[in-house]
């Protein structure tokens, strides 16, 4: 070797140990996301710190790729002006930093027609997947623009995906713009042996289904060896199941980006993955990125151009009102009891004596404290809630609210927020026999609720119509839907406003509406024998 050459390969040396090469892959995994900013005034979550990690894993020489497990055009207050299409920006943000990859949830089908899902795909540079339903909107280039059987190259490996979504039955939306096979496991089988042709090295699935689904479709792992992981949706807490040799890893972060998962996949020489995933808490602790945070400043500039009465003040919080996604889709929420509250006074002849709301309905995710502004009833209401009344007899009452109380897991969007009466459940039951006991008002204090007796029942016109699994009897005279709950909540604050009064109330031990029997021996309520 001369002295140029090996000067040549000397600064060929430290050029190599300047630049990380790409060491593998990384996937960073997100889901079930509705806003364009942070949650929790401003401390968890949002598309800014998602690609702040993006940065920081490719500055490790990390090949970064963005899954999404759907569930992001609806619902919002931003959805109600622009049809998701605010998020599709967000999304197209972060597929410039680094490439993305997102498969239908429900919620990308709310609308009736297709207008509005043509506008979101043609306005998409992200990569729309999707194995078990096919886009019939009549718009060929957004019919073809679906992924199906997919496969990319990251780190130098071709990596496969199949992806699936919630069928009707399961509580997809049916819309005649849409086609699905229900049969998870044949689509996905299918999907796997047609990348299997093409030589992949690695099979991951990203789904929009039921964690006990996606954990059924993990065991096709013992026949592919080579289905690595499945990351899905639909659920809003993080999900997590196992991976071994006979069984696929299964991830699912926290709604609104609050936690995501970050996926390590690396090869060894006989191209081999090695597989390594942690969930990571997006919190204060990660900056945003203040590049992304441009695109955020347009889009509430363009909310506040709509309404500039967003930031009005309309009320005043007694204490922090707790709507986080984490507290109304698993306990009782103080916000959540001011609004069932207003329920109950929706009709003029006088207070019903029973109401409940889906958690699911509360879409703010966020606490809301101090001012009462405009902008915090808009957010709380992503979607019209008309309500309807009729009469249940106790017992039937009982058995419709055993729904809310069913399946296994944390953070189920039909778990209620109740007004007028109060529950204790046991989860060590049987679904459909969890509640211990139901109680209303009566005598002294509380007493348990009458059989035979007929209550007025308040609740909103989706679960009537049997949204979420409830199944409400519909022999008795109903109203027919009225009422929209969002400005019977803005009267309620408006009006206490007038009188100098604050809202919400605190969830003590004593007043409590819904008790968990967690240990040997607990009460319901805490009351003795
Ligand atoms: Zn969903």
Known sequence: MNRISLLLFVVFLS??????EPTGVTFVHLNDTYRVGAVEDGNAGGFSR??????????????????????????????????????VDAFNFMDAVAPMYAVSGNHEFDRRGPEQLIAAVRASEFDWLGDNYTFNTGAADVDAALQRAFTFEAAGRK????????HPDDGGNERDYLEYNGDYVAVAEETIRKLEAQGVDLIIGVTHLHIWQDVELAQLKADYPKLAFIVGG?????????????????????????????????????????????????????????EYEVLADKWRTRLLDKFPFLEARVGTAALPLDSREVTVRNEESNWGNFIVDQMRLAYR???ADLAFVNGGTLRIDDYIDGDILFEDIGRTFGFSSYLRQTTLTGAEFREVLEAGYRGEGPSKGYFPQISGFRVCIDRGRDSGDRIVSLQVPGGEGWQEISADTEYSVVVPDFLYRGGD????????????????????VLDAILAAQARGETIGAAVTPENRRFHELREDGERCFNEGP
């Open 159 to 166: 990596v496969g995906v199949f992806s699936l979504t919630l």
């Open 234 to 290: 639909h659920e809003h807490e993080p999900e997590y199941s196992p991976g071994s040799d006979t069984q696929a890893i299964v991830m699912k972060g926290a709604s609104n980006a609050r936690i995501v998962w970050a996926i390590d996949v690396d090869f060894d020489a006989a191209g081999s993955p090695r597989i390594s995933e942690r969930k990571v808490v997006l919190d204060r602790s990660v900056a945003f990125d203040p």
């Open 349 to 351: 002849d006088g207070e």
């Open 15 to 20: 050029a190599c140990a300047t630049v990380p």
């Open 50 to 87: 998602v690609v702040t990690l993006v940065r920081e894993l490719q500055a490790e020489g990390r090949d970064v790729r963005i899954l999404h497990g759907g569930d992001f055009l609806y619902p919002s207050l931003e959805s109600q002006l622009w049809n998701g299409l605010q998020i």
């Open 469 to 488: 699994g409830y199944v409400i009897p519909k022999d008795r005279p109903a109203t027919p839907p009225g009422s929209e709950l969002k400005y019977l």
